[in-house]
């Protein structure tokens, strides 16, 4: 006989379960009639709310799964969660292998990138130069030797800065990104002082329109 456990995923151990995370959780099992007990027609497993929706932990770290019931979820590893409701599965079906995906995990990368936004990742794996990436990379006034990575655990934020160009910063472990992990890109002095430029050059621009403008006027006029 088979034996009862997890799913192989090689990167969600280190990723902890917290309140209002959406899990996709998928049973699989020698027996498929078993399976039927709670996966309807379905071959996705558990979650027979569908994948969209998935299963939300509560503000008191619960979940509510099929056949188990109420199941406290909260601060287990996605590695933790699926042998413990693999075991409790035993009891029900034959051989269970669980699988969990966190459906919430995002992170957001803004300031100096060409396309700053929040992202959706579904394999609870990202690095710094990847969220970049989908980011579109830095703009040309981005200060890769000054990257601030902020993350917020068990209500406690940190922040901590990386300088890209050097492979030093890959041991950093606010490299691997963590579910809400914020990147924020610093602009480069070039960009103040262009900025600051502009700034003065708008009046003199708008009193030269003015003047143009009141020219044309008067010469209209003639």
Do not use: C
Request: glycine share 6%; hydrophobic share 40%.
């Amino acid at each position: 006989m088979a034996n009862t456990g997890a799913a192989n995923n090689n990167t969600s151990g280190t990723v902890v379960i917290h309140q209002k995370d959406i899990l996709n959780v998928t049973v699989t099992s020698l027996n498929p009639e078993s399976n039927m007990l709670f996966n309807g027609n379905k071959n996705v497993g558990l979650n027979n709310q569908s994948t969209r929706g998935g299963y939300k932990v509560n503000e008191n770290g619960f979940v509510n799964l099929p056949l188990i019931g109420d199941y406290k979820i909260e601060g287990q590893t996605i590695e933790e969660a699926q042998t413990e409701i693999a075991k409790k599965l035993s009891a029900f079906v034959k051989s269970p292998v669980v699988d969990i995906q966190l459906l919430n995990f995002k992170i957001s990368v803004i300031g100096e990138v060409n396309k700053p936004s929040t992202f959706i990742i579904t394999d609870e794996n990202v690095n710094l130069l990847e969220a970049l990436g989908m980011a579109g990379d830095m703009t040309v006034y981005g200060r890769r030797e000054n990257v601030l990575v902020i993350r917020t655990e068990n209500g406690r934020r940190t922040m901590n800065r990386l300088n890209l160009n050097k492979v030093e910063s890959m041991d950093s472990p606010y490299f691997n990104l963590k579910q809400n992990d914020i990147v924020y890109v610093e602009p480069d002095k070039s960009k103040a002082v262009e900025y600051s430029q502009s700034t003065r050059l708008a009046p003199i621009v708008v009193a030269s329109i003015s003047a143009l403008a009141v020219l044309a006027a008067v010469l209209l006029r003639r």
